[in-house]
């Protein structure tokens, strides 16, 4: 079983200052909803230690980075318990656009318990992507005013 999440937002920023806050992974706590927390180095094959809040459910995960191209795409994988039971592939792009940059966010997951967790994948799960690209377009922009 397999679910696909997808957002995107417009940011009027280059994609360079997007990517500066998106991978500065210690200041997540002071404007991330979504992963309050996150620790590690962006390169891949690295591990990063985030804490997700979802909805009411907070949980932490070990991700590993599979893709780490500066100005342009970061992305790790992580599973539950073993793989194959719930893993999840989480997906930052960074496009350039005539007005500054869209950010596509999005998480495919997969394993058995993607059936029973969907309803919370559609619910609180999208809301803390949204959230998430909402928080990281307002923190470009106060630093790009600052």
Known sequence: MRHVL????N??????????????????????PFITEAAGTVAVGEQLTLHVRAGDRATTLRP????????QLFE?????????????RHRFELTATTTGCQLSHSGTFYGV????????LETSTRTGFEAMNDALAHRVLVQRAA
């Open 6 to 9: 997808h957002t995107k937002i």
């Open 11 to 32: 940011i009027p920023a280059p994609p360079e200052a997007v990517w500066r806050h998106l991978v500065d992974l210690a200041a997540y706590r002071t404007w991330n």
């Open 64 to 71: 590993t980075i599979t893709a780490a191209d500066p100005g």
């Open 76 to 88: 790790w994988l992580s599973h539950l318990g073993v793989p194959g039971l719930f893993s999840g």
């Open 113 to 120: 318990l993607v059936r029973p967790l969907r309803r919370s």
